[in-house]
């Protein structure tokens, strides 16, 4: 893998999450600097980290405002931006996390004169108009082109890989669940006059990508500028067809139980009263669209050969 990292200081918001913690590994096989900028320097991932003293610091940020994030960029070649949130709470909203924070890191790209910024976004969000999340990615990526044009912008499919939120919650689940949910197959469309029309042959597609893919992805292009890249991985899924790949690896047997939207909407609505929603009404609104792309294939192979898939990866983590 050629990315010139030697001798480079490379800043990483959200560096502590899930594919921070991937991409940080990774970038300790080369001879550059890392500074992971976090609210939680404490939550170190140390099973991800090379046991290279000194090679990675945890930089806090207590308030994420320009003043702040300029500071913490000064003398940085390459910014990463890997923080997003999959659901608001108290703490943190669509609006200031996937908006306001790449516009604020931006403009301290512009002001420190760095090399590079590759943003982290998410497949189709494009494409989809009534998804706060989605829309908020999607303003997010605007703003911050306004500010530093040559920025990068890489939209994936669902990330898997050790320590994910998604095979490794199912997996959870099925420990404790006989029934598994399928949400949009069946649905049901009500029509003025009509007698309601039931399909269930609707599955929402995934095109799951592996964590160690898209880091080396994402080193690989480091150096490209006022690049916006689609990634998908190797295979098109349906929501049975990747719970089958788990329950076939932990050798369990499960009902799937089928659950249209409208009643998926109205559980997500009683679920939001919790802390930790693991279902919110925007995230269902989400899984009305495939995240799949033939192109983000074609964009992933370009620097990663052989895109490794879910059955391929999933006893090496799960």
Known sequence: MNSNLSGK?????????????????????????????????????????????????????????QLNVTEKIKGCDIVF???????????????????????????????????????????????????????SKYKGELKLKESFPSSTIVRPSVVFGRGDNFTNFFSNLSKFSLFLPVIGTPEIEIKKNKFPKIDFRK???F?????????????????????TYDLAGPFEKTFEQIFDIILKYKRRKRIYIPIPFFAANLIAFFLEVLPNAPLTQDQVKLLKYNSVSKKGLQNLKQFVKTPLSLETVIKNYL
Do not use: M, W
């Open 9 to 65: 200081k490379i800043a990483i918001f959200g560096g502590n999450g899930f594919i921070g913690s991937h991409l940080t590994s990774k970038l300790c096989e080369e001879a550059c600097q890392i500074h992971i900028i976090t609210r939680n320097p404490k939550k170190k991932r140390k099973f991800f980290f090379a046991n290279d003293p000194g090679q990675v610091n945890f930089e806090k940020i207590d308030n994420y405002n």
């Open 81 to 135: 931006n890997l923080v997003g949130i999959l659901a608001e709470n108290k703490s943190s909203n669509f609006n200031f996390v996937h908006e306001e924070i790449p516009h604020l890191i931006a403009n301290g790209c512009k002001e420190n004169k760095v090399r590079n910024f590759i943003h982290l976004s998410a497949l189709n969000v494009n494409k989809i108009s009534d998804s706060s999340y989605a829309k």
């Open 203 to 205: 599955k929402v597609k």
């Open 207 to 227: 095109q799951p990508i592996y964590v160690g893919d898209l880091v080396k992805f994402l080193i690989s292009i480091s150096n490209k500028k006022n690049k």
